[in-house]
């Protein structure tokens, strides 16, 4: 079966995570992506968080599939002739190294473009052109500067960072979907262009509910959904909303049977206006359907903390799951809190390749998470990321070096 990026070459600079999860998406839609590391060390996130000795850490493998390695020190005149040829052939450079480093090495975008004006330069930077610009950026940075800090958490403790990581492959994500529409308007135009994605813009870009609110609290003082209503006064920036659910229909996190010892026993359950009267019926509090103080949403805003007090007697009786069930039957929508160990254990998640087992030569079997994005005519088949280097010779043939050629080359650490 033919693959949605076949034909598409992709010369990866990236390293850490930002940049990897951006080239591995292209890769699992059948882009040829060479990953160039510095000669000798690698990416960092090789020797990072290891858990096996001297083995690629997980850190890398999870973030590397389906990618092709070659060595190569871009600051030796050799190694610049051989980036030049790989400029030549490729269809896409994906860096994100921190500003600046790429016109340092020489590389700047008139350069690229005198070698090959069908290339596409894309790049992941911490902040776009302002005071920040020159900033080294890491996820957190990131997650801070564009407003999930100061808008995740409760409201009487500090800003918080989430575990999801929105600022990293939040940001990746954000630039795959740069690259590939580049890639169609070059089929017009015959042009490559400059595409950037600031993990700045692309945390705000997923926060944009946030940005709504604190509109809506400038114009009426007040949100009426947050937990903060009606009790604690709003200060003039959308504070920290708890467990509270970002849109129009009231949510929170409930404990369940076991929550004593279980950290996650818990259920994320929703008050959908069109199920409130199956909501009542399932909690054994009938009277609600009907009674003036709760039979609409607009009068249940300024009582939602007992409301869900009063759920929670309920949800407290009951596992997770077999709360999952029984609210399911009524079509109220809800959610379990599945600890990671759940997750890499669920059956399901391994039967549609959301979770994957990959073998390594190195380190043996691990899980990793497939591609979350699914097509019916371009499958994903995840492969093992490679050792350091591993098609250096590989790709250096394939560009038209000889044996002796590549020999040199490796003698003068070039490779
Ligand atoms: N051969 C020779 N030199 C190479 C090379 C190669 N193959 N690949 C990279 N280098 C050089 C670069 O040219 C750069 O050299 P100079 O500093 O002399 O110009 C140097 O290696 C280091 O690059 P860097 O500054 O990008 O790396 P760092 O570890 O110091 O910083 C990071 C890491 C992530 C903070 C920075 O790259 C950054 O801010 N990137 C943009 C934002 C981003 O993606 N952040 C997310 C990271 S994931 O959490």
Not at 2 to 10: C, M, N, P, T, Y
Not at 45 to 74: C, E, W
Not at 100 to 117: C, H, S, V, Y
Not at 153 to 168: K, S
Request: a neutral charge; glycine letters at 10%; hydrophobic letters at 35%.
């Amino acid at each position: 079966m033919s693959k949605a990026l076949d034909g598409v070459r992709i010369l990866d600079f990236t390293h850490v995570q930002s940049g990897p999860t951006c080239t591995q998406l292209l890769a699992w839609f059948g882009a040829d992506v060479i990953k160039v590391e510095k000669a000798g060390e690698g990416d960092a996130t090789r020797g990072q968080l290891r858990d096996v000795p001297d083995a690629d850490s997980l850190y890398f493998t999870m973030l590397n599939h389906n990618k092709r390695s070659i060595t190569l020190d871009t600051k030796n005149p050799k190694g610049k002739e051989v980036l030049n040829t790989l400029i030549k052939s490729c269809d896409v450079l994906v860096e994100n190294f921190a500003p600046g480093a790429l016109d340092r090495m020489g590389f700047t975008w008139e350069k690229i473009q005198e070698l090959n004006p069908r290339m596409i330069v894309a790049s992941v930077k911490g902040f776009g052109p302002g005071p920040y610009e020159d900033c080294k950026v890491y996820e957190n940075v990131a997650q801070c500067a564009g407003g999930s800090a100061s808008t995740t958490g409760f409201d009487d403790g500090p800003p918080l960072v989430t575990g999801a990581q929105i600022g990293d492959s939040g940001t990746g994500l954000h630039l795959a979907l740069g690259i590939v529409a580049a890639l169609y308007q070059r089929n017009t135009t015959g042009r490559g262009q400059k595409v950037l994605a600031a993990m700045q813009d692309s945390v705000l870009n997923l926060c944009r509910v946030k940005l709504r609110d604190q509109q809506r609290l400038d114009r009426t003082g007040l949100l009426k959904e947050y937990p903060q209503f009606p009790d604690s006064k709003f200060g003039d920036a959308v504070p920290r909303a708890g467990n509270a659910s970002g849109g129009g229909q009231p949510g929170w996190i409930l404990k369940c049977k076991g929550w004593e010892t279980d950290p996650n026993a818990y259920i994320y359950f929703i008050t959908q206006a069109p199920v409130w009267g199956a909501i009542c019926k399932v909690i054994g509090q009938e009277d609600w359907i009907t009674h003036p103080d709760y039979a609409t949403p607009a009068v249940r805003l300024s009582r939602l903390k007992s409301i869900f007090d009063r759920i929670e007697a309920w949800t407290m009786t009951k596992t997770k799951f077999e709360a999952m069930k029984i609210l399911n039957e009524f079509d109220i929508p809800c959610g379990p809190i599945l600890s990671m160990k759940e997750i890499a254990e669920d059956q399901s998640l391994r039967a549609t390749g959301t979770v994957v087992e990959v073998d390594h030569p190195k380190r043996g079997k691990y899980l990793t998470v497939g591609n979350p994005i699914k097509m019916s005519d371009s499958l994903t088949e995840v492969v093992r990321s490679p050792l350091l280097g591993e098609h250096t010779d590989e790709v250096l043939t394939e560009l038209g070096y000889g044996l002796e050629a590549i020999a040199a080359l490796r003698t003068e650490k070039v490779v």
